[in-house]
């Protein structure tokens, strides 16, 4: 069992930047691959970013791609993303998330577990 807790969310203006964390533990992080989603009120939960055990390959949605950077430090369990340039569209509860055999996935559905969400806002 693996617990996942996020942290960083919060209130930024269109065009700022915030640097989310997730902190894990119960489990071992390196045979996980982690990834971020997303889900605004009334939308699906929807792939931001993903990063490998190694941190070797990531994978971004095209909205996100060089804006967002998620990376990983296994030494501390923690997986971060890096948002730049944020702008309303990026708007949403986001979620860490752990999948476990280590193999890449877009699909909320293939992953073994989930944090808390952390809330960021963007103002226009």
């Known amino acids: 069992q693996v617990q996942l807790v996020e942290s960083g969310g919060g209130l930024v203006q269109a065009g700022g930047s915030l640097r989310l964390s997730c902190a894990a533990s119960?489990?071992?992080?390196?045979?996980?691959?982690m990834g971020w989603f997303r889900q605004a009120p009334g939308k699906e939960r929807d792939f931001v970013a993903g990063?490998?055990?190694?941190?070797?390959?990531?994978y971004y949605a095209d909205s996100v791609k060089g804006r967002f950077t998620i990376s990983r430090d296994n030494a501390k369990k923690t997986v971060y993303l890096q948002m730049n340039n944020l702008k309303p569209d990026d708007a949403a509860v986001y979620y860490c998330?752990?999948?476990?055999?280590?193999?890449?996935?877009?699909?909320?559905?293939?992953?073994?577990?989930w944090g808390q969400g952390t809330q960021v806002t963007v103002s226009s």
């Open positions: 990063i490998t055990w190694s941190g070797s390959r990531t």
């Open positions: 998330a752990a999948r476990m055999g280590m193999a890449p996935s877009r699909i909320h559905l293939d992953y073994d577990y």
């Open positions: 119960g489990g071992s992080f390196t045979s996980y691959f």
